[in-house]
């Protein structure tokens, strides 16, 4: 669902990526990597080029461990970070290794996931250092959200969610949110019919399109609330019949947010040939998404037709939540409805 944008002091992940490619050559961490450090993983190291080459090596090992199995395989045997690739001294080793025994699959392959696994390595770098920064702050219009559940239908005449959040007060006197709605589409599409409620906890007092993919939603509390105090609120968000779909509902959080729970309720008579759990990834990643997902990477629709996801902690400006298909193709897609962000 959600497309948010990030933060303007994020360091780039294109910048990241780079110097994460300059480490992999030659030794890599089967050598000294400090002199070749970039000025982004030298500050994740701790900033002191001496000491930098074991912890920072501690670091990458550690936020590679928010990736699957495949990912964090791929990124540490490029790394010489693996404990099967810490004696090769050449790259080309590390990736033949990779392909022969974790892949079977030929070198090709094998860089493509290193590739991925590096550009999903700099998004957990990113937030790593967004969040030692201090450049995100919960405080900045006095609230957060403590819990985000979301159920998302698509057994009815036409798509819809229930959004329930459970917000918690930093601040005096709150007496109304924002929420902003992202509904991402192609170039020259219409604006996506959409209707949104808030059917508990609070008022509907202003919805002001801030862009043709961004609507923002102020929503009056019944209340003032005072720091500290949580209130509930859910919002029913309708899309018209008939509207193009991307074939995903995600989550993107601008804030902080401690806990997200999503349910897809597919029509049981036309089940999806696939879904796969999309956690902490940049939009690049799962839209268009390449390829189709392996077995142990997919999330089982029950005898309901539902599937569910749950992500404690999710990071501000990454994207968790389902993604599906029809096919066993590759699928692109239109607009999907937003999720919230805020």
């Known amino acids: 669902m959600t497309s948010s944008a990030g933060s303007g002091g994020r360091p780039g992940l294109a910048e990241i990526a780079a110097e994460l490619q300059a480490l992999r050559k030659n030794r890599a961490f089967s050598g000294d990597v400090s002199e070749k450090m ?18 920072l090596g501690r670091e990458l090992r550690a936020l590679a461990g928010r990736l699957t199995d495949e990912m964090r395989t791929a990124i540490l045997a490029a790394l010489a970070l693996h404990e ?3 004696g090769m001294t050449t ?37 790593e250092l967004e969040r030692r920064r201090g450049q995100s702050d919960p405080d900045d219009d006095g609230w957060y959200i403590d819990h985000f559940s979301a159920v998302f239908m698509l057994d009815g005449e036409a798509p819809e ?37 808030v059917t508990s906890g609070g008022t509907l007092l202003q919805a002001a399109e801030l862009s043709r993919n961004r609507t923002r939603y102020i929503i009056g509390l019944p209340r003032p609330l005072q720091p500290g105090e949580a209130h509930e609120y859910e919002m029913h968000i309708r899309v018209a ?6 074939d995903y509902y995600v989550f993107r959080p ?12 597919f029509d049981r008579r036309r089940p999806p040939r696939w879904v796969r759990q ?22 089982q629709v029950d005898p309901t037709g539902e599937a569910r996801a749950s992500f404690p902690h999710p990071r501000q ?26």
């Open 38 to 55: 970039g000025p982004v993983l030298l500050e994740l190291a701790g900033g002191d080029p001496r000491k930098a080459n074991e912890k």
């Open 84 to 86: 099967d690739t810490r």
């Open 91 to 127: 790259y080309s080793q590390r990736k033949r290794w990779l392909a022969d025994t974790r892949l079977a699959r030929g070198d090709r392959t094998a860089e493509r996931r290193i590739d991925e696994a590096q550009r999903l390595l700099a998004q957990q770098i990113a937030a």
């Open 161 to 197: 969610a229930l959004e329930r959040r459970r917000v918690v007060a930093t601040r005096h006197h709150l007496t109304e949110l924002a929420i902003v709605l992202d509904t991402p589409r192609e170039s020259g599409q219409r604006r996506l019919g959409l209707k949104a409620d």
């Open 241 to 246: 019949p008939d509207e193009p779909m991307r």
């Open 254 to 265: 601008e804030r902080r947010c401690d806990g997200f729970d999503l349910r897809v309720r």
């Open 278 to 299: 999309v956690t902490a990834e940049d939009v690049h990643v799962y839209y268009p998404y390449e390829g189709v997902p392996a077995p142990l990477d997919r999330v």
């Open 317 to 342: 400006h990454l994207g968790y939540g389902l993604q599906w298909s029809y096919t066993d193709e590759e699928r692109g897609g239109a607009a999907s409805p937003g999720g919230g962000a805020g």
